[in-house]
């Protein structure tokens, strides 16, 4: 009685359009196509597709997806039944499942409401604080909470400071250098005009001597200063271009899961609302008539769920190609760093061993100090 009583009632679709279409399945190795329905009798006269698991026969096939209505398999009408039933003559069926469906054509932005941005702004909330605090607020926390990629987005945090951090103390470095490299060299202008005003051959000669050691250190210095440029350059375009644009494709992904969290959260609600008025025998006005608000939700989540996969797939590429370049390019660069400051110091050594024994000299003061 209450059966034909729910047929009976006229769908309310919501604005929504439907149109009939046929696939033929064929099950996997376990007889299954991958499919979970809801809907039908005693309540609803729909039995409509509330997941399409990944990978699945049905996934692969690509023409069913959440909130479509399945109206027949192999060509008996299934319009009204009990969805165990369905679920019955599915798995019973050898080989493929012929189904015939009703495509649900919805706007998705129908489904985003007030509601499903605050479900968000909730889980963005419990996202950063802490299981305790949660618990103590009576905020639930969904098992994707737990999410490895915030992790990482901390991690990537401590490693950019890390290259700031190391990007200053190079960038000092070589400011030091390249003043050092500016001292010499007036030193050494210095030490060749004294000797261009020394009239003994020897003393003239050993600050002519000094004086380019001088200028020669110099040399080996700005050279070292522009080679070494490079590599804080690079430093420099990993801190503020890689980790940035690997951070903003992480709080992407975040967002996009705290879309399908709301969405999974506003369809538990939704099915609790059910069983309640189920256990009063008062089945809920949208429910009888085809439960067209709660199709669409599934279809929003299923849209969600996709685009947060994609882009958890999109930041796990990114960090793996992020940690290869911070493991493999820091230990170069570094290693080059030090190698070439070593290679100058020993330039400058040999440098300072071409002096090596021209003083003491006599210098006449006469002739290279200004007389009052």
Request: hydrophobic content about 40%; charged content about 25%.
């Amino acid at each position: 009685m209450i059966k034909s009583s729910v047929l009976q009632m006229e769908e309310d679709r919501l604005g929504m359009s439907i149109t009939g279409d046929v696939t033929e399945i064929i099950k996997d190795t376990n007889g299954v196509i991958g499919i979970s329905i809801g809907g039908g009798a005693p309540y609803c006269p729909c039995i409509y597709v509330v997941q399409v698991f990944e990978d699945s026969p049905m996934a692969l096939n690509g023409r069913i997806q959440a909130g479509d209505e399945i109206v027949s398999v192999n060509g008996i009408s299934v319009k009204g039944e009990n969805k165990t039933e369905i679920a019955k003559m599915i798995q019973e069926t050898e080989g493929s499942v012929k189904l015939g469906f009703n495509i649900l054509h919805a706007e998705l932005i129908d489904g985003y409401t007030l509601d499903i941005a605050l479900k968000k702004m909730k889980h963005r909330v419990v996202e950063s604080i802490t299981t305790e605090t949660a618990d103590a607020l009576g905020l639930s926390r969904a098992i994707i909470c737990s999410d490895l990629l915030l992790q990482k987005l901390n991690r990537l945090e401590q490693c950019s400071q890390l290259y700031k951090e190391l990007i200053k103390h190079l960038s000092a470095l070589l400011n030091s250098h390249y003043h050092i490299a500016k001292t010499q060299k007036e030193f050494g202008d210095l030490f060749c005009q004294i000797a261009a005003r020394e009239s003994s051959t020897t003393t003239n000669k050993a600050l002519l001597t000094f004086g380019n050691m001088h200028r020669t250190i110099e040399k080996h210095t700005v050279k070292l200063v522009k080679s070494l440029h490079p590599i804080v350059r690079d430093l420099k375009t990993f801190v503020e271009k890689a980790i940035p644009d690997t951070k903003l494709t992480l709080k992407k992904y975040l967002d996009a899961k705290f879309e399908y969290l709301a969405f999974c959260l506003k369809l538990k609600e939704m099915d609790d609302e059910e069983v309640e008025a189920a256990s009063y025998d008062e089945p809920l006005y949208r429910v009888e008539t085809g439960n067209y608000e709660y199709r669409l939700m599934l279809r929003c989540r299923q849209n969600s769920h996709e685009k947060f996969m994609k882009l958890r797939r999109d930041v796990m590429e990114k960090l793996e190609l992020l940690d290869q370049k911070h493991v493999q390019d820091i230990g170069i660069q570094l290693s080059s760093f030090v190698k070439a400051i070593m290679e100058t110091h020993a330039e400058c050594r040999d440098a300072i061993s071409g002096a090596n024994g021209l003083f003491p000299i006599d210098i006449d003061l006469e002739q290279v100090c200004y007389r009052n």
